[in-house]
């Protein structure tokens, strides 16, 4: 045989022998369906630090009289959302529900509608899909909040961005939760 002949199948043998060495690999695309289900809120000592954080960081910054009241304030109103439900209908609509609020269906990328707050306020809300995430915004009367969903490379977490800003505010309010998928 050959000497080139020899080398060309060791070659071979050797790219054959390193991708079935290789473990499978989830793609990097990441496909609206992939979010439908049900998350619930991991719970870790992290994400709950990391929420804390996100507060303190923006009270540090205000008035020393209001300060710990703000704190406090924020706190109370801010908690981590227990459970998120996504359906996906089509390319272009998707269902999301938090905890007890919706479900409610939204035209991706579409214009924000009015809905019903968790507090049974008007808020605008809209959601989209970009770059392989889910964006939900929220616009309320002295505020607005973001929400963006991304999944882990395996799809078995979801991560919460969550950003929320206020005029009464120095300052945005971020943090990130985890989820584990139920179903």
């Given at each position: 045989?050959?000497?080139?002949?020899?080398?060309?199948?060791l070659t071979l043998a050797a790219l054959l022998?390193?991708?079935?060495?290789?473990?499978?690999?989830?793609?990097?695309?990441?496909?609206?369906?992939?979010?439908?289900?049900t998350w619930q809120f991991n719970r870790t000592?992290?994400?709950?630090?990391?929420?804390?954080?996100?507060?303190?960081?923006?009270?540090?910054?205000?008035?020393?009289?209001?300060?710990?009241?703000?704190?406090?304030?924020?706190?109370?109103?801010?908690?981590?959302?227990?459970?998120?439900r996504f359906a996906i209908q089509s390319e272009?609509?998707?269902?999301?529900?938090?905890?007890?609020?919706?479900?409610?269906?939204?035209?991706?990328?579409?214009?924000?509608?009015?809905?019903?707050?968790?507090?049974?306020?008007?808020?605008?809300?809209?959601?989209?899909?970009?770059?392989?995430?889910?964006?939900?915004?929220?616009?309320?009367?002295?505020?607005?909040?973001?929400?963006?969903?991304?999944?882990?490379?395996?799809?078995?977490?979801?991560?919460?961005?969550?950003?929320?800003?206020?005029?009464?505010?120095?300052?945005?309010?971020?943090?990130?939760?985890?989820?584990?998928?139920?179903?």
């Amino acid at each position: 045989m050959p000497t080139w002949a020899k080398t060309a199948i060791l070659t071979l043998a050797a790219l054959l022998l390193g991708l079935a060495a290789a473990p499978p690999s989830r793609s990097q695309e990441v496909a609206l369906e992939d979010f439908g289900g049900t998350w619930q809120f991991n719970r870790t000592r992290r994400d709950l630090r990391d929420l804390e954080e996100g507060i303190d960081r923006v009270a540090d910054q205000l008035n020393i009289f209001i300060r710990e009241i703000a704190r406090g304030e924020m706190r109370r109103r801010i908690q981590p959302e227990g459970r998120v439900r996504f359906a996906i209908q089509s390319e272009t609509r998707a269902t999301i529900a938090v905890d007890d609020w919706g479900p409610h269906a939204f035209e991706l990328g579409g214009a924000p509608r009015s809905v019903r707050g968790p507090n049974g306020d008007s808020i605008r809300v809209g959601l989209a899909f970009r770059n392989g995430q889910i964006v939900h915004r929220e616009l309320h009367g002295q505020g607005h909040r973001t929400n963006v969903f991304a999944l882990s490379p395996d799809g078995t977490q979801l991560t919460m961005n969550a950003s929320i800003g206020s005029d009464q505010l120095p300052d945005q309010i971020r943090y990130r939760l985890t989820y584990r998928r139920l179903r």
